[in-house]
């Protein structure tokens, strides 16, 4: 059993636009969200405030990025907050103030979107232009980042609590919400993402699309282990036509991309930090994350990716990610979904039918684009040649490496060395101060 610190953190209300607050909050009065809705650009106000929420700037770095790749084989902790070094060593306390504020601001994007959703449901709207179309549009918008939220959680945290509307006055009996079982909570992605997927009208990528909302799908049903359904989903994004591997891989981290399916987009006047994370003081950054040598040593010499990935010249002796580099204005898109993926999930889905050969044309279009000769997959060796080309081609794009390996089985076997015990780095820990207001949350095993 790992170390365990409880400590109790009194925290100041938040009061958000649409009246949301963090579930330990205890907010001040707030403003009915449905008043706020009142004709098309009020909604529209409305949704992209969701968006707003998701560019937090904790999310940004720490919930999208950072933790899952220090608590994997993907990322080097060389930063100076001991929070984030927690993760690295796979020793996560309870009190770990950096998953908290991450843990809550998942919630404060869900909360935002529950009110959003609650308005626009509830319609009497005077405006011609809120067709129910469009509504449903925005709903689909709304649910799909809802449920994204969601994958993310219950991905790191497991049963977590689920809240499917508003909450707006935080008393002790609303703070009170169970863990709701990882079925339930893969239950409501799927829904959100099957309405988003049916409904969703918008032109992306920085915006969700039916075929972001696809492309969850997959990931989705890879995870319950529907390997029929996840080919479906992926191949559609592949087939629709609507989107290419660019033919030099660094392109496609540019907010022009023909595989960019949903990026977050930050501009001069609401920016971001990621490069000053992932570069070195020399260049004008903060190096609080480096490759690890074992993802630097998992590409051939030939793979085009790497020096697409990584720099190890600019600052001798101290290699550093490059998908976020730009350290003067903080404008680089999060690249949450790109084609690529598609691929390697249609490549894994299909060799759990059987179909290698299927299997291998999949592969092989992202490792042909890499400049890599191709590979035969077989019943023996599909999972590790698959998940060794997502590490590479997904390096420092999320938490798809360390939630391949917990959920193909391997996490023990291929991070153990590194300080991974299972079950209890299977899932992270609440924060103490969510267990410590919430008598009906379950603190997961070990700690």
Do not use: H
């Amino acid at each position: 059993m790992k170390n365990i610190l409880a400590y109790t953190l009194p925290v100041i209300a938040g009061l958000l636009i649409s009246g949301c607050a963090k579930l330990e909050y205890s907010p001040k009065d707030s403003v009915p969200s449905a008043t706020a809705i009142n004709n098309l650009a009020s909604a529209k106000a409305a949704v992209f405030g969701v968006y707003s929420e998701v560019q937090d700037s904790d999310l940004a770095f720490d919930g999208w990025l950072s933790n899952n790749q220090y608590f994997s084989d993907e990322a080097a902790f060389t930063g100076t907050f001991p929070t984030r070094l927690e993760f690295s060593q796979f020793n996560v306390f309870p009190a770990n103030t950096t998953m908290a504020a991450v843990f809550s601001d998942f919630y404060d994007v869900i909360n935002e979107a529950n009110n959003v959703i609650e308005a626009l449901e509830a319609g009497g709207f005077d405006d011609v232009g809120l067709t129910p179309a469009v509504i449903n549009s925005f709903l689909g918008e709304v649910r799909f980042i809802r449920a994204y939220c969601y994958w993310y959680l219950t991905n790191n945290w497991g049963s977590v609590p689920l809240i499917t509307t508003p909450t707006r006055e935080v008393t002790d009996e609303a703070l009170q919400v169970p863990n709701s079982s990882r079925s339930a909570i893969l239950d409501q992605i799927v829904a959100d993402l099957t309405f988003a997927e049916a409904n969703l009208t918008t032109a992306g990528p920085s915006r969700v699309t039916a075929a972001a909302a696809t492309a969850m799908l997959a990931r989705a049903y890879l995870t319950a282990g529907d390997y029929a359904t996840a080919l479906t989903k992926a191949t559609a994004v592949i087939n629709s036509g609507a989107y290419a591997l660019e033919s030099d891989y660094a392109s496609g981290f540019s907010n022009s991309s023909s595989e960019a399916i949903w990026y977050l987009n930050f501009t001069n006047v609401d920016n971001n930090s990621l490069a000053f994370f992932y570069f070195p003081s020399g260049l004008g950054g903060r190096l609080s994350i480096s490759p690890s040598a074992k993802l630097m040593s998992s590409f051939d010499a030939a793979d085009l990716r790497f020096d697409a990935t990584i720099d190890t010249s600019s600052v001798p002796g101290t290699p550093f990610g490059i998908k976020y580099s730009r350290i003067s204005n903080g404008t680089d898109p999060l690249y949450f979904i790109r084609l690529a993926e598609m691929y390697l999930i249609a490549a894994e889905a299909a060799a759990e039918a059987g179909d290698f050969g299927a299997a291998n044309g999949y592969i092989n279009t992202v490792r042909t684009r890499a400049g890599l000769a191709d590979v035969a997959l077989d019943a023996n060796n599909y999972v590790d040649l698959i998940l060794t080309e997502k590490y590479k081609e997904l390096a420092f794009e999320g938490g798809q490496r360390l939630w391949d390996l917990r959920r193909r089985g391997l996490a023990t076997s291929v991070l153990g060395p590194l300080g991974y015990e299972a079950p209890i780095d299977d899932l992270w820990p609440f924060p103490q101060r969510d267990i410590d207001r919430n008598t009906n949350l379950v603190q997961n095993a070990g700690y």
